[in-house]
Nanobody, 124 residues
Framework: QVQLVESGGGLVQAGGSLRLSCAASGRTFSMYDMGWFRQAPGKEREFVAAIRWPDNRIYYADSVKGRFTISRDNAKNTVYLQMNSLQPEDTAVYYC?????????????????WGRGTQVTVSS
């Protein structure tokens, strides 16, 4: 069982930055594939980024590539999402997710555990 708690969301102006954190419980955190998703009002949940275990291979959605960076600190049981050059279209609730072995990293149904989300609002 893994519990995930996101933090770091907030209101930022376009061009600004935020760093989201996802704190995980469970001794085997380091063995999970971790992902970030987001959901804007009236839209479906979409993949943002993922980092796999054990090779730390990283994946990004095209819409965030070059602006967002995912990382993990296994000693702290935490995964991060550094978001730079934020734009109004990045406004969404951001969710952290964990999977015990992913097939396709962008498929939300493959993730086993989800956090409750943190709101990110980017003003123009």
């Amino acid at each position: 069982q893994v519990q995930l708690v996101e933090s770091g969301g907030g209101l930022v102006q376009a061009g600004g930055s935020l760093r989201l954190s996802c704190a995980a419980s469970g001794r085997t955190f380091s063995m999970y594939d971790m992902g970030w998703f987001r959901q804007a009002p009236g839209k479906e949940r979409e993949f943002v980024a993922a980092i796999r275990w054990p090779d730390n291979r990283i994946y990004y959605a095209d819409s965030v590539k070059g602006r967002f960076t995912i990382s993990r600190d296994n000693a702290k049981n935490t995964v991060y999402l550094q978001m730079n050059s934020l734009q109004p279209e990045d406004t969404a609730v951001y969710y952290c997710a964990a999977a015990a072995g992913l097939g396709v990293v962008s498929h939300s149904h493959e993730y086993d555990y989800w956090g409750r989300g943190t709101q990110v609002t980017v003003s123009s």
